[in-house]
């Protein structure tokens, strides 16, 4: 069975030895580089299926590295990982490329499971209720989830992993509710506060890219979730 590559992006020798090892202890295929400066080099010839990065790092911050893996492969899971938890930060980090953001000191198990819920929603994603798997119709928009692409006419807006996964769980629910609950159990694993606040940042997002369409919204039902309403 093949492994599952991640590159990890970490200049603590100490705390990368340590979280390497775990890793790989997981059965996990780790390559592991110190300086921000190597990392795209490492990731252009190792091609893993995750990254881990530190955001903090010589040379070159995990942001930067973030958006450059981004902008060559939007589909690759990012993890982003720090000390520092203002607001403003995980903005950056999302904006960035990246799909989660593990304030430091974390635990092993649960970098692991954020790690296997992005693996899972990359391979096993919810699919699509269309037999070809293709684009979806959403009012004046079209969205191709495989691609990551979100068009208006003739513009072409690219996804991050996250903004595609939750688009296509509105996309399926078309004029209908969706539990908050049922979309953080779907796409972050769990409903944590942490995790909570992430969603509230990525609905921001999805309807800024949806406001060339007024009869496409997304109504927040307090308590409850969001109605995704077109037409």
């Given amino acids: 069975m093949t ?3 991640i590159l990890y992006v970490e200049d603590e020798q100490f705390l990368g030895k340590i979280v390497k090892e775990s890793l790989e202890s997981r059965d996990f295929d780790v390559h592991m580089v110190a300086d921000g ?4 080099s490492a990731f252009r010839s190792f091609q893993p299926d995750i ?6 790092l010589p040379h070159k911050d995990g942001f930067t590295i973030g958006k450059e893996i981004h902008t060559l492969q939007p589909e690759i899971p990012i993890i982003f990982l720090t000390a520092k938890n203002q607001t ?14 593990i304030r430091k000191p974390f635990s092993m198990e649960e970098l692991i499971a954020r790690i ?3 693996l899972q929603i990359k391979g096993n994603g919810p699919a699509v209720k269309d037999s070809q798997d293709g684009p979806i119709t959403i009012g004046a928009y079209t969205f191709d989830h495989r691609k990551y ?12 992993h996250r903004e595609a996964e939750l688009l296509l769980i509105f996309a399926r629910n078309q004029n ?3 539990e908050r609950r049922t ?16 969603l509230d940042v990525y609905i921001k997002k999805l309807r800024d890219y949806l406001i060339h369409d007024e009869s496409v919204q997304i109504i927040t039902l307090k308590g409850i979730g969001y109605q995704f309403a077109v037409g």
């Avoid at 403003?88 to 953001?101: A, I, P, R």
């Avoid at 979309?183 to 992430?198: H, P, T, V």
């Fill in 3 to 5: 492994k599952t590559k």
């Fill in 37 to 40: 400066a190597g990392a795209m």
């Fill in 51 to 56: 990254c881990v990065l530190d955001v903090m």
């Fill in 88 to 101: 403003q930060d995980v903005l950056k980090g999302f904006s960035s490329g990246g799909n989660d953001y």
């Fill in 116 to 118: 296997q819920n992005l």
């Fill in 149 to 160: 692409e979100l068009r208006f006419e003739d513009q072409v807006r690219k996804l991050s």
């Fill in 176 to 178: 209908s509710t969706v």
């Fill in 183 to 198: 979309i953080l159990k779907e796409i972050w694993g769990d409903d944590s506060f942490f995790n909570s606040r992430n």
